[in-house]
């Protein structure tokens, strides 16, 4: 079959799926009023509650929410279970779970001073529910910053030639935020200007690498991260985020138009096998594709950092379900990329999908298709490979520097709430910067990292129950994002049930390794079940009133 086919298709599909079912969400569930005032108007601090025009805060929301998440996912799940299940999750999952999830969990947060989904927990779920689903959410997203700044000092590392446009597309953006925010310029023709010294950087990198070492680049984006968390949104986040957005925009739409111009057949199986190295199909392909179809670090974001900076709740529509909507478009580019620029399995040709991966890892397995099919206009291999790296390498910072920002919102809202001296924003973010910086040290996060999708797609589960209860106090139709909360939660304690069971336990008494994920698995389990459990009791008692 035809991978240009599938691929409008899949658009076609995206678009009625936003224009349609986000039509119905609204009228029956959220019913945006835009005389109503938003977080960022009435909370308004020049720091974090900033309201934020519409196409600038869908590129900070867009760039947070998106990261390695959503190209890294369907490369796997495509090499370990074929297209066929991958494809299937993208369009269904994006659908009717992951744009349910993202636009709820935002407009919830909105609707309650602009506070996380965890401390919302607390009014529509229990006291104990939003303890321990704080807690836990403060740890994973310690663990994003640890890992994120590893993978971004390891990039820069092995490619200095791109040291220039990262370093550079800061100050840019601090350049941008302080043109559209104090001088007033139009966000178009800023956004022009910007391309132009993007470009600029990007040359300039090339001309003149900055050759580092590890630890120097991984000190670097921690510090940078560190000051970043506490800066005032409209300074660096805002136009950081939106710069990184416009890179993406522009290589979707080139990745695309490469794809339609190569038209490739798809080389790969619809569907190779039911087992692989990661665990059966069901549940697992749910979990190794989470931010191309739901994740919860989306509500994470979302309720962070987006809800506060919503100008109009009738936006909320445009950042939440849209960008959710994207990022299911970018996965499903990056799936067909694989299985259609890409030759399937092992080979001795630069283009064979498994030999790449054995020797590159997915980024480098995204870049090499993306560059293949992008070649097909012109652009010479090596350039268009390096752009799409380029592409990735933005939203990984990006990410790296949201997540401290929500860990010190976390942890100034409810772990540290009554302490005036640890709720201070600098304080906050330097425990979390801390915390993440021994695990990275010490390399102890890679032995709790395999726990981690499991554990990242039970905070969209328990999201999805939080804003099920909310919705039900407000006596709207809930099953929209009940069944999906449902589905999620199943789904996600069996995966980490197979993971405890049958990767960890049995070589617990072998390895300290081993050993901490069996503990920290059965943990996420439990955790899973008690706040599941009381969220349904709390959303039955609210139908019968």
Known sequence: MNAGVIAILGLIWFFIIYKFYGDLLDRKVIKPNNSQKTPAHELYDGVDYVPAPPSVLFGHHFSSIAGAGPIVGPILAYSL???????????????????????????????????SIAEI????????????FSVFVWFSLVLVIAVFSVITAQTLEAKPQ???????LIVLAILFGLAVYRLKMKVLPATLIAWVLLFVLVWLGYKFPIKAGFNTWFYVFLIY?????????????????????????????????????????????????????????VPMLFIIIACGAISGFHSLVGSGTTAKQLDKEG????????????EGILALLVLLLMAGALHWGEGKGQFFLHSILGKGGPIVAFGTGFGRAVSTLGASLSAATAFGILMLNAFVLTSLDTSVRLSRFVFQEAIAKNSRWLTNRWVAAFVGIALAWSFAATNSWKIIWPAF???????????????????????????????PAIFMWLVTESALGYLLIFKFAPHATKSTGKLLLTLVTATLIVLGIMVGYEALLSIKKKWKK
């Open 81 to 115: 279970f074929g297209w066929g299940p991958a494809l299937l999750w993208i369009l269904l999952g994006t659908a009717f779970i992951g744009m349910v999830h993202d636009y709820f969990s935002l407009m919830t947060s909105v609707r309650n001073k602009g506070v």
């Open 121 to 132: 927990a607390e009014t529509v779920i229990s006291r104990t529910a939003k303890w321990l």
């Open 162 to 168: 791109i040291a220039i446009p990262t370093l550079g």
């Open 225 to 281: 991260a560190f000051i970043a968390s506490g800066l005032p949104v409209w300074f660096l986040l805002q136009p950081r985020d939106y710069l990184s957005m416009t890179i993406l925009f522009v290589g979707l739409i080139v990745g695309y138009v490469g794809l339609f111009a190569m038209h490739p057949h798809v080389s790969g199986p619809v569907y190779h096998k039911f087992t692989s190295s990661q665990g059966p199909l």
């Open 315 to 326: 936006h909320g529509r445009i950042v939440g379900s849209g960008a959710m909507i994207f």
């Open 453 to 483: 999708g499991g554990a990242n797609q039970l905070v969209a589960a328990l999201s999805l129950f939080t804003v099920t209860a909310y919705i039900a106090g407000l006596k709207r139709p809930t099953l929209y994002s009940l069944i």
